[in-house]
T-cell receptor, first 120, second 114 residues
Framework: DTGVSQDPRHKITKRGQNVTFRCDPI?????LYWYRQTLGQGPEFLTY????????KSRLLSDRFSAERPKGSFSTLEIQRTEQGDSAMYLC??????????????????FGPGTRLTVT | GQQVMQIPQYQHVQEGEDFTTYCNSS?????IQWYKQRPGGHPVFLIQ?????EVKKQKRLTFQFGEAKKNSSLHITATQTTDVGTYFC??????????????FGQGTILTVHP
């Protein structure tokens, strides 16, 4: 399977615990995105990487969230001191952007199956 | 900040009926993308529209991008049970370094009764 993969698919944790999710993008893709989706809502942007550089982090994201993409391949998203409000589906997506032109949007994004987090 | 709104939130149709969902952005968009998410699945890219007034067709699906590039629509002709899912529009954020970021609408949930 050459699509985007995420691990684990489900995570149940107690409030206050730390959790880490992994995303493996499509191998030739240089951009990687993290989104959060709650029931009845569209994906909400969290952060994204161009190769190993983290280019933007949502202002809505607290300091408890951190993401890395150390070698420009896979990425991890860590949530520290989880709260019940963190319960959601965490989606990873990747895309291949060959030209970055001012004002030109990124190309289509390929989403992974997501990690469903439940904080009890 | 930028907002992307979709209506309706829900649409129930009988198989064979047509379906339309509308997307409106608070800002002008350089392009708009449409995604479909099946129940229990993840968003899957359908199409990207770039030009003002652009119309694209994929079999029974017709996508339009408004002249002012602030609205878009998706129309499905003669729905089938395989069309069930949530349809999202998404636009790139305006300005700054946000070209990688997509703002999604809340989606339109389509159910099709056989």
């Amino acid at each position: 399977d050459t699509g985007v993969s995420q691990d684990p698919r489900h995570k149940i944790t107690k409030r206050g615990q730390n959790v880490t999710f992994r995303c493996d993008p499509i191998s030739e893709h240089n951009r990687l995105y993290w989104y959060r989706q709650t029931l009845g809502q569209g994906p909400e942007f969290l952060t994204y990487f161009q190769n190993e550089a983290q280019l933007e982090k949502s202002r809505l994201l607290s300091d408890r969230f951190s993401a890395e993409r150390p070698k420009g391949s896979f990425s991890t998203l860590e949530i520290q001191r989880t709260e019940q409000g963190d319960s959601a589906m965490y989606l990873c997506a990747s895309s291949l952007v060959t030209n970055i032109v001012y004002g030109l949007a990124p190309y289509e994004q390929y989403f992974g199956p997501g990690t469903r987090l439940t904080v009890t | 900040g930028q907002q992307v709104m979709q209506i309706p939130q829900y649409q129930h149709v009988q198989e064979g009926e047509d379906f339309t969902t509308y997307c409106n952005s608070s800002t002008t968009l350089s392009n708009i993308q449409w995604y479909k998410q099946r129940p229990g699945g993840h968003p899957v890219f359908l199409i990207q529209l770039v030009k003002s007034g652009e119309v694209k067709k994929q079999k029974r699906l017709t996508f339009q991008f408004g002249e002012a590039k602030k609205n878009s629509s998706l129309h499905i002709t003669a729905t089938q049970t395989t069309d069930v899912g949530t349809y999202f529009c998404a636009g790139p954020s305006a300005g700054g370094t946000s070209y990688g970021k997509l703002t999604f609408g809340q989606g339109t949930i389509l159910t099709v009764h056989p």
